[in-house]
């Protein structure tokens, strides 16, 4: 009877088996098959290393450990994303880019035109955990959001858990997006990159020490300032717009038991207009990472971690000319375990802490001794968790945990006591001092049930729990958006969700077709009132308000893994409505992420081994706004009046993306291997809007005229990638 196993991230895994005479197969996405015959007498340790496959890329894949590994894993809602496979993806300005590919599976969505943000099942994007190398990432844009900070060319691996969150992580309500960085190549010196219309790019790997030590390292620089001056705009010819980021890591095998990772990111993002005002932000993260293993069963990892954000908005020559800066800054550590009981049970359990350090602003005006600064936020976030995952016969699976987690104010801190959402008392608490603490179980559970053995069906039930959140009132976010903790009178947000799905391959795995259920509802949800004041305000808490919040829908997916022509199609069908006392007269309204209709189409053919086409055509229903209804005429000025929240919509939303992608020709022993990716984004012109304003018809003052805001007609893009 077949048997197997899959590895860890970090490669590590175990099977146990009786003694006598097994053929292996190690396999994995992308790379060749190896077949191996073994004679097990006694307890093997065995390492086998795969050999890249030369073989033309499809787009974006959702890949698989085997080949019905989506019918047999207990898991739903997860999606496994392989980034050196999206090169022939048409996207923004040629520049290839994991989130933005990413939206294109079913109930993700991007928050705004061109943003990097991104909504999963509802939720709003404060609500993702996104992890680089486990390390908190806590904006993920560049260009204020036309492009992601994630470099393709060093990613490993991307796994998206768009609802069943494992128990290992916690901290946000909506989804976990971790992504790993590649290791670098023990053996032989490798390159890769590519030189598109605003952006380049460069990584480099190779052996320090040959087959024990080796790094990568990568960069990127956007040139588009370089092109400003052109402008017929004189004003636009003094501005300035670019970004540059580094990834870089190193692997050291120290033993066959231990191994050491110490990897980074460091990115900065500039925006200059003419000579007065620049605002600048940028993102660091520091990973160090110790595998150890106590036997061929138990599996450790040591984690320690930092991550910074932080902005910056200076004015030079107005008056008051002022610096305003702010950082979200955190350690943490972690330690987890993994205990391969046998080949049918898989027992995780492990503890993090993070400290959170948090300055919303300051504000100090050049030349002057005068600073205005929000007080400081710190925090101590704790968990401790514990999952199994268990095979139960040939047909069920099942993965089951719990999380406890903690988060405790520090202070020294001025804390405001809060009546009506006004300023009654301020309690003063010492340096380090805990003055409020919150604390909850979240529990999580999912099974698969194998009807066939190319059919099965899933159901997960998981609890979340958010204790940090952003202040914001756009829906496509901003550099200038603060984090903020749960105190003494914000709680912590949290969110039970259930989902169902049926799974199915056909014509030997050829086909996917998938279609999950769920439902989702938030207590603790957070919104603000209008006009709220939410930068350098010491005293945000006035501006909140609290209420519930649910989501419901369904995504099906089909999908085709192989021939000449691959791709898929996905819809989503999902509301989301939030109900608060204070906010439209305590009638439920729909969210600002509430799109019920979405459609994606991706398509990619090989014409030859050398061309391929690709097109991609998404829709959606247009984003929810407020209309005004009325005026009326106060003073000689004309007022609007406002319908109820969010009551009405944007026109929908939808747009063809055309590619093509010519490789150079395969000779053998030649290894400079290049293409040219020729692209258009939004192909035929249409003029979509991401938002509306308002103003008085000329003709009639007693009329409102709608006109909508456009960022991006038709974009075409050429890029030349390369690696050797």
């Given at each position: 009877m077949a048997t197997g196993t899959t590895s860890n991230v970090y490669g590590f895994y175990s099977i146990t088996l009786p003694e006598g005479k097994y053929n292996l197969v190690f396999s994995y996405i992308g790379y060749n098959n190896v077949d191996y015959v073994l004679e097990l007498s006694k307890n093997t340790t065995l390492n086998m290393e795969l050999d890249e496959q030369s073989m033309m890329l499809e787009m974006v894949v959702i890949t698989a450990k085997k080949e019905n590994e989506n019918i047999t894993r207990s898991q739903m809602s997860v999606a496994k994303l392989d980034p050196k496979s999206i090169s022939t993806m048409p996207v923004l300005m040629g520049e290839s880019d994991l989130l933005k590919s990413m939206q294109l599976l079913p109930g993700i969505q991007a928050t705004s035109e061109g943003s990097a943000g991104f909504s999963v099942r509802g939720g709003s994007s404060d609500q993702n955990l996104i992890l680089l190398d486990e390390a908190q990432v806590y904006n993920a844009s560049h260009l204020l959001g036309f492009f992601s900070v994630f470099n393709s060319d060093v990613i490993k691996d991307a796994t998206l858990y768009k609802g069943d969150i494992p128990a290992s992580n916690g901290g946000r309500l909506a989804s976990l997006l971790d992504i790993r960085m590649r290791d670098g190549n023990k053996k032989e010196f490798h390159g890769q990159g590519g030189i598109g219309i605003i952006a380049s790019r460069l990584a480099l790997e190779g052996p320090i020490v040959k087959d024990k030590t080796s790094f990568v390292i990568a960069g990127r620089r956007t040139y588009a300032d370089m092109f400003l001056p052109l402008a017929k705009d004189t004003t636009v010819q003094k501005n300035k717009l670019y970004f540059y980021d580094l990834n870089a890591k190193i692997n050291w095998d120290i033993n066959p038991d231990n191994r050491i990772f110490l990897s980074g990111y460091f990115g900065r993002d500039f925006y200059g207009f003419g000579k007065d005002v620049s605002l600048g932000w940028g993102n660091s993260t520091v990973t160090a990472r110790w595998n150890h293993l106590f036997s061929s069963k138990l599996f450790s990892n040591l984690t320690f971690l930092y991550?910074?954000?932080?902005?910056?908005?200076?004015?030079?020559?107005?008056?008051?000319?002022?610096?305003?800066?702010?950082?979200?800054?955190?350690?943490?550590?972690?330690?987890?375990?993994?205990?391969?009981?046998?080949?049918?049970?898989?027992?995780?359990?492990?503890?993090?802490?993070?400290?959170?350090?948090?300055?919303?602003?300051?504000?100090?005006?050049?030349?002057?001794?005068?600073?205005?600064?929000?007080?400081?936020?710190?925090?101590?976030?704790?968990?401790?968790?514990?999952?199994?995952?268990?095979?139960?016969?040939?047909?069920?699976?099942?993965?089951?945990?719990?999380?406890?987690?903690?988060?405790?104010?520090?202070?020294?801190?001025?804390?405001?006591?809060?009546?009506?959402?006004?300023?009654?008392?301020?309690?003063?608490?010492?340096?380090?001092?805990?003055?409020?603490?919150?604390?909850?179980?979240?529990?999580?559970?999912?099974?698969?049930?194998?009807?066939?053995?190319?059919?099965?069906?899933?159901?997960?039930?998981?609890?979340?729990?958010?204790?940090?959140?952003?202040?914001?009132?756009?829906?496509?976010?901003?550099?200038?958006?603060?984090?903020?903790?749960?105190?003494?009178?914000?709680?912590?947000?949290?969110?039970?969700?259930?989902?169902?799905?049926?799974?199915?391959?056909?014509?030997?795995?050829?086909?996917?077709?998938?279609?999950?259920?769920?439902?989702?509802?938030?207590?603790?949800?957070?919104?603000?009132?209008?006009?709220?004041?939410?930068?350098?305000?010491?005293?945000?808490?006035?501006?909140?308000?609290?209420?519930?919040?649910?989501?419901?829908?369904?995504?099906?997916?089909?999908?085709?893994?192989?021939?000449?022509?691959?791709?898929?199609?996905?819809?989503?069908?999902?509301?989301?409505?939030?109900?608060?006392?204070?906010?439209?007269?305590?009638?439920?309204?729909?969210?600002?992420?509430?799109?019920?209709?979405?459609?994606?189409?991706?398509?990619?053919?090989?014409?030859?081994?050398?061309?391929?086409?690709?097109?991609?055509?998404?829709?959606?229903?247009?984003?929810?706004?407020?209309?005004?209804?009325?005026?009326?005429?106060?003073?000689?000025?004309?007022?609007?009046?406002?319908?109820?929240?969010?009551?009405?919509?944007?026109?929908?939303?939808?747009?063809?993306?055309?590619?093509?992608?010519?490789?150079?020709?395969?000779?053998?022993?030649?290894?400079?291997?290049?293409?040219?990716?020729?692209?258009?984004?939004?192909?035929?012109?249409?003029?979509?809007?991401?938002?509306?304003?308002?103003?008085?018809?000329?003709?009639?003052?007693?009329?409102?005229?709608?006109?909508?805001?456009?960022?991006?007609?038709?974009?075409?893009?050429?890029?030349?990638?390369?690696?050797?």
């Open positions: 991550s910074n954000y932080q902005y910056e908005l200076e004015t030079k020559t107005s008056s008051p000319a002022f610096v305003w800066n702010a950082v979200q800054e955190n350690l943490s550590a972690k330690y987890d375990f993994t205990y391969y009981q046998s080949t049918n049970s898989t027992i995780r359990y492990g503890a993090q802490t993070i400290r959170h350090f948090i300055q919303p602003g300051k504000f100090k005006v050049r030349d002057q001794d005068a600073e205005y600064r929000v007080p400081d936020n710190k925090a101590l976030e704790s968990a401790v968790y514990v999952l199994h995952e268990q095979k139960i016969g040939e047909k069920l699976n099942i993965n089951y945990g719990v999380r406890a987690s903690m988060f405790q104010n520090l202070g020294k801190a001025a804390v405001y006591k809060i009546q009506n959402y006004q300023v009654v008392d301020t309690l003063e608490y010492a340096k380090n001092k805990v003055y409020n603490t919150h604390f909850g179980f979240e529990p999580r559970v999912s099974a698969s049930f194998v009807l066939e053995h190319n059919s099965s069906v899933k159901a997960f039930y998981s609890q979340t729990k958010q204790y940090i959140q952003q202040a914001s009132n756009s829906i496509g976010g901003s550099p200038l958006d603060v984090w903020f903790p749960a105190s003494k009178y914000v709680k912590p947000q949290y969110a039970d969700q259930v989902g169902v799905g049926y799974f199915r391959n056909i014509f030997d795995n050829v086909y996917e077709i998938s279609i999950e259920g769920f439902y989702k509802h938030m207590d603790n949800q957070i919104d603000f009132q209008d006009n709220a004041e939410l930068i350098l305000n010491n005293q945000l808490e006035k501006e909140l308000r609290f209420g519930k919040a649910r989501a419901y829908g369904a995504d099906f997916m089909i999908r085709k893994n192989e021939g000449k022509l691959t791709g898929w199609l996905s819809y989503c069908y999902s509301r989301t409505l939030r109900k608060f006392p204070e906010i439209n007269n305590g009638k439920e309204y729909p969210g600002n992420y509430d799109k019920p209709h979405s459609l994606n189409i991706v398509a990619n053919y090989a014409l030859t081994k050398r061309a391929t086409i690709s097109a991609t055509w998404v829709y959606s229903s247009g984003n929810a706004i407020t209309y005004p209804e009325m005026r009326f005429e106060h003073g000689g000025i004309y007022l609007p009046v406002y319908g109820d929240k969010n009551s009405g919509r944007l026109p929908d939303y939808h747009r063809l993306d055309p590619a093509f992608t010519l490789k150079n020709k395969v000779k053998e022993g030649r290894k400079w291997h290049s293409e040219w990716n020729f692209a258009a984004y939004n192909a035929y012109n249409r003029a979509n809007a991401y938002s509306a304003y308002f103003e008085r018809d000329e003709n009639d003052p007693n009329k409102i005229k709608a006109y909508k805001m456009v960022m991006f007609k038709i974009v075409p893009s050429v890029t030349y990638n390369f690696k050797f």
